[in-house]
């Protein structure tokens, strides 16, 4: 799920640096990064501390939705401002590990720091939003350098396959971190109140973090140093950027594709970071019910994928992306529909049948999420695949750093809607409406594509 905001790696290798000793070794070594930083992205940011921290923490559920947005909009745009600088380095063919460990070094002692979150912090509260919000910075600034390092690794052929091991590693940790969370909480602290299951999981993602992360930093090597200044590599990078942008006018297929997807990634992003959030605000579910969910969605996710890879086949990649983003829509209907006492607006038995999810809201929820987890991870399958056949492939790699750049560019929209207006409206479901505006918002400008079946280029490039 963490490629909502940042996709995979493209077949895009530094100028002037081959790839390097691409042993089996290395290729895992690189592929455990995403394993080692997964965790935080699953456990933290959507699932259990999110919960815990706006529920609990905070106080208030809804100012506590409303401030978890704002806190994931401030690390977004710092990586916003910072991503086109710190890409045009990574580009450039010199060192990445120094700035990987850099990022590796700040967030972990912060991912820590969260362990001290407990209720009536007072002031101290902003002391863990700013840790938040800088370990979401290092997490994103750190995909950069990590991804730029896959050429050192492999050779363009294994791109892909290289790639799929490291998500097969992260799904990996998290159903081994969510099935540990439950077993611990079922044998060791059944029952107790004072939050030590949430309390503990910091730390444990931030030495997850710390010992996964050991294999790139001792094992990969580095592409050899630019021997240009890094000021000319700056700015030479930063001049190609504003290029490829400007191109993209002879490209309207292209453009308008980019901009549609801009939008509606923001609704994947919506329905996916604050499901941990909504599910405790709104229907008080605890950690261990989030964590059972989370569970059931890794593997409800990997059959997304597979729906997505066989539509996007046999439809094309239009018509597979239209469909997944309006089973996204149908997700989010049904979610802000939903309360304790009420489904579809409508007034459901809160005992139905009794269980881990007693009430009809507690399965209608699940139900939900569910499908929002199916279709985004379909959606992110075809998302992909409509650049790479729409795009000349005299300019696909050129295209692909456009692509990721515009994905960062814009993260911050969603989460900063949904905080508006969770605050505005005093009611965390209206904030998830913020979902449907940028998922409709996506799907009307998706059809400027002219693109038939999303299969080869329908304007060509020097139109």
């Not at 308008?256 to 709104?282: C, K, P, Q």
């Not at 829509?329 to 409508?346: E, K, R």
């Amino acid at each position: 799920m963490s490629d909502l905001i940042h996709p995979a790696v493209t077949p895009v290798a530094a100028d002037g640096a081959s790839p390097h000793a691409q042993s089996r070794g290395q290729q895992i070594a690189w592929a455990l990064y995403e394993c080692a930083r997964n965790p935080f992205y699953v456990l933290i940011n959507i699932y259990v501390f999110s919960a815990y921290f706006a529920n609990q923490v905070v106080g208030d559920p809804v100012w506590g939705q409303a401030l978890w947005g704002y806190i994931l909009s401030t690390a977004a745009i710092f990586v916003a401002i910072c991503a086109p600088l710190l890409g045009t380095i990574a580009d450039a063919g010199g060192r990445r590990k120094p700035f990987l460990l850099a990022c590796i070094v700040v967030a972990v002692p912060a991912t820590a720091l969260l362990t001290f979150a407990r209720p009536d912090m007072g002031s101290s509260l902003f002391l863990i939003a700013a840790a938040l919000v800088i370990v979401n910075i290092c997490y994103e600034l750190s995909s950069i350098f990590y991804n730029a390092l896959l050429p050192q690794v492999a050779p363009p052929s294994r791109f892909g396959s290289v790639s799929g091991l490291a998500y097969a590693f992260a799904n990996g940790a998290g159903i081994l971190l969510f099935g540990a969370y439950l077993l611990t909480d079922w044998v060791v602290v059944p029952g107790a109140s004072d939050w030590p299951m949430e309390r503990f999981v910091p730390p444990v993602v931030a030495l997850w973090w710390l010992v996964f992360s050991l294999p790139i930093l001792l094992k990969v090597s580095d592409p050899a140093p630019s021997v240009l200044p890094l000021g000319k590599v700056v700015g030479d990078g930063l001049k190609r950027l504003r290029q490829s942008i400007s191109r993209l006018r002879s490209m309207p297929d292209v453009l308008h594709y980019l901009v549609a997807r801009m939008v509606f990634n923001e609704g994947f992003i919506v329905l996916m970071m604050f499901m941990g959030v909504v599910g405790a605000g709104v229907l008080g579910w605890s950690g261990v019910q989030l964590s059972v969910m989370g569970l059931v969605l890794s593997f409800v996710a990997v059959g997304g994928s597979i729906f997505g890879g066989v539509l996007d086949d046999r439809l094309g990649s239009k018509a597979a992306l239209q469909i997944a983003i309006l089973g996204c829509v149908a997700s989010n209907l049904l979610l802000v529909t939903i309360a304790p006492d009420s489904v579809l607006f409508m007034a459901a038995d809160p005992d139905v049948t009794g269980g881990m999810y007693p009430r009809l809201a507690d399965k209608a929820f699940f139900f939900a999420e569910g499908l929002a987890a199916f279709f985004v991870t379909a959606g992110l399958v075809s998302s992909r695949a409509m650049l790479a056949k729409i795009a000349p492939r005299e300019s696909l790699n050129e295209m692909f750093g456009i692509y990721a750049l515009s994905g960062t560019a814009t993260s911050f929209l969603g989460p900063l809607t949904i905080a508006v207006l969770t605050q505005v409206f005093a009611s965390q479901r209206a904030g998830l409406t913020a979902g449907l505006i940028f998922l409709l918002g996506g799907l009307l400008l998706l059809r400027k594509v002219s693109a038939g079946r999303g299969d080869s280029p329908a304007v060509p490039a020097s139109a």
